[in-house]
């Protein structure tokens, strides 16, 4: 299973193919809930990151999979897998170079989202983007999102990508779907739980600060 996971995380880092993003900077979007949230749908206990500087809680039954030692996967700080294995909630570190830190300036979290696509455009094929990235923010902390689909027909899946900074690190936090399945609700669904860990997030800075 671990080796299915594998394959699939990191054939989720793509982009369509020639595709390129240009923005001006963004305006805030204040409050937006893209999707409801799952009342008591998330575990009393914390995942963190490895340096400590973010903190939130994951789905409730959720499991944890070991990823050491897996170099495609080196930037990845955990996943954790429904029990049937069918989606994954993953967090990334998305490297803060020199550049990205001018483009964040000058574009805020979109230029996040820019790069978040682009790092997946190094490493697999090509996907659709269904939702083109959009910023956000919710119990006053900032976010920019996105969405896509892969695959056709039965073999079509899905995923959303949350950006953001905890001041100092960009982050990726995503909910991929591993395989396809027939009922296109679970995806709401699945959003709506992505909504509810977001709003646990801890060492995300206010849009005010």
């Known amino acids: 299973m671990k080796s299915l996971l594998v394959v699939v995380l990191v054939s989720l880092l793509v982009v369509v193919e020639g ?47 070991n990823l050491e030692h897996i170099a495609p996967l080196e930037n990845v700080a955990f ?44 490493k697999i094929d090509r996907f659709t983007i269904t939702r083109s990235p959009e910023t956000f923010a919710q119990y006053g902390m900032r976010f920019a999102n996105y969405e896509i689909s892969r695959g056709s027909g039965d073999s079509m899946a899905y995923g959303r990508y949350v950006v953001f900074s905890t001041g100092i690190r960009y ?15 679970i995806n709401i669904e699945n959003y709506r739980l992505l909504q509810s860990v977001i709003s646990s997030l801890e060492g995300v800075p206010s849009h005010s600060d």
């Open 19 to 65: 595709c390129a993003l240009f923005y001006s900077t963004p305006k805030l979007i204040p409050e937006k809930h893209f999707y409801e949230l799952l009342p008591q749908s998330l575990e009393d206990d914390y995942f963190h990151s490895p340096l400590g500087d973010l903190a939130g809680k994951y789905p409730k039954g959720w499991l944890q999979i």
């Open 79 to 122: 996943t954790y897998t429904n029990p049937e294995r069918t989606w994954a909630m993953t967090l990334i570190e998305i490297p803060g170079s020199a550049d990205l830190r001018m483009r964040y300036q000058k574009s805020g979290l979109l230029s996040i989202a820019e790069e978040s696509i682009n790092l997946h455009r190094l």
């Open 171 to 185: 982050y990726e936090l995503s909910m991929v779907q591993l395989r396809g399945v027939s009922n296109p609700m």
